[in-house]
Every structure is written in C-alpha cells, then in structure tokens.
Nanobody, 120 residues
Framework: QVQLVESGGGLVQAGGSLRLSCAAS????MGWFRQAPGKEREFVGGISRSSMTYYADSVQGRFTISRDNAKNTMYLQMNSLKPEDTAVYYCAVRISRLGFSRLASEYDYWGQGTQVTVSS
C-alpha cells in the first residue's frame, strides 16, 4: 500500500504562483493530474523513476516538476497561473516498471486532492 500526502493548494490571482507537494512512501513513477468541475481528469505532468519529467502542452513552460529523492517528495511549481488552471489537483503513483504514462487509468494510488483556485 502506497500512501500519498498532498499539500500546498490555495487561492491565487492570475499571474501568481503556487507550489504543490506530494509525499510518497517510496520512490515511484509519479504524476500530477487535475480535474475541474464538469470536466474529465487530465494529465498535468509527472516524473519517472530516473527523474525525467513530462508535461501537458497546456502547462509546458509554466509548471515545473521536481523530486527530492531523500524525502520521496514530488513538487509541482506552478507559475504564471491562469484562471483555467483552477481545479482539484491530484498526485498519483504508478507501480508498474513499464515506464511513464500520461493515462490516469494506469496509476495505482492517488492523493486526497488539493484545490487550486486562480482568480482573474
């Protein structure tokens, strides 16, 4: 059983920044996803076991993912936030060793979610 603890959401004005954290109970392939009201859960970005990072086109250049291996903690630094970034953000762990995935269905464990609200 993998436990994930998220933190760092909140309310910010457009153009502002937030940093989300996700602490895991080990070192895994990890991803960030988000879900806005009435919309499907969508891939935001993630990091492989070898610390390669991946991003959705919509956040490329604005969001940065990193990991502190000593703490098994993944971070999502979000800059230049837009109102359309408003959503509940979830971190997730993929146990498989087959490689990174952008599909939510291929992640095995999920954090509790944290609300990010960007006001215009």
């Amino acid at each position: 059983q993998v436990q994930l603890v998220e933190s760092g959401g909140g309310l910010v004005q457009a153009g502002g920044s937030l940093r989300l954290s996700c602490a895991a109970s080990g070192r895994y392939i990890m991803g960030w996803f988000r879900q806005a009201p009435g919309k499907e859960r969508e891939f935001v970005g993630g990091i492989s076991r070898s610390s390669m990072t991946y991003y959705a086109d919509s956040v490329q250049g604005r969001f940065t993912i990193s990991r502190d291996n000593a703490k098994n903690t993944m971070y999502l630094q979000m800059n230049s936030l837009k109102p359309e970034d408003t959503a509940v953000y979830y971190c997730a762990v993929r146990i498989s060793r087959l490689g990174f995935s952008r599909l939510a269905s291929e992640y095995d464990y999920w954090g509790q979610g944290t609300q990010v609200t960007v006001s215009s």
